[in-house]
Structure formats: structure tokens, C-alpha cells
């Protein structure tokens, strides 16, 4: 056998094996309705612009994408995200692929800066919008699905970390 002949199959098998999809974690809970209570309530007044800034420089190095959280602690939908991604089965899933960064948008009335920085124009479809951002080119990974969740409440618990799953980098 010769080399091309050896070689040009292994690196098809580790090709494919690079490009499958990172599995979501079994989240173990059918419904909302299980997740622990009170649900979080993860948005706060601060610099978005340097968190983000920070997350950015941190993702960078640990070879993660960020996820730019905006909602608003008024938002059930954004507070059933966050209780999801709180649950002991998908914390450590978001921490390894992910530097999350939470922006309260207010009622549409606050930072409204960040998402038009990765080209949303306009008032956010809904909230939460996630925004899944390539760290090196500060690209907009998931453009026209940043509001995929702003229904989570008519999804599951495991949709949501499905639905997560599908952007690691």
C-alpha cells in the first residue's frame, strides 16, 4: 500500500470526525415546569460594551465562541434560557464551548448598540436574542436565528440545549 493510499483515507476519517456535530448534553428535565425555582434573574446594569470586550479576549484564548445574551429579567422566555443553562447536566457544556455575556436591553430601550454592532438593524424581533459570535473576526455566527429562543417557553428544556449545541464552534 502506499503512502497516498494510507494517508488520503485517514485524513478523510479524521475530517469527518472534526466536522460531527457536538452532541447537546442530556438535560434530564421534560418541562419548564421542573426546572428549579425561582428561575435566575441573570440581566444587570453594567458596561455590555466591555463585558463583552473582556468575554471576547477570554474566548480568544480558550478557543470558545461567545454568546451574547439579551433579554431583560421581565422576560420569561430569557429567564427560562438562563434556567437551562443553569441545570447541572448543560452549565459545564456552555462553560467549555462558550463565554457568555448577559446584556439587559431594558424594554428595547437599552444597549441597543450591541446588536446593531453585528448588523441588526432595528428593534430585536424578541428577546432572548442570542448571539453567537466568532471571537477572532468578531463575526455573527448564527445571523437570522439570534431570536430562535424568544419561544423557549413553547420548546423543551432539551430543544433549548439542542439549540445550543448546534453553535459550538
Known sequence: MSYRQFILPVLAAVATIAAAPVSAPRVGIASFEALPKPLPLPYHAGDAKAQIAAARARAVKAHKR????????????????????ETPQVRPFVAKHFEVVTVDVGRFDQNMDIPASYGIK????????????????NR???????????DARAMTPQAVADWLAGWVG
Open 66 to 85: 461567545v454568546l451574547i445574551d439579551l433579554g431583560g429579567n421581565w422576560c420569561l422566555d430569557c429567564r427560562l434560557l438562563a434556567g437551562v443553562m
Open 122 to 137: 432595528g428593534r430585536l424581533a424578541g428577546v432572548p436574542a442570542v448571539l453567537i459570535v466568532d471571537p477572532k473576526s
Open 140 to 150: 455573527l455566527v448564527n445571523a437570522g436565528r439570534e431570536t430562535a429562543l424568544a
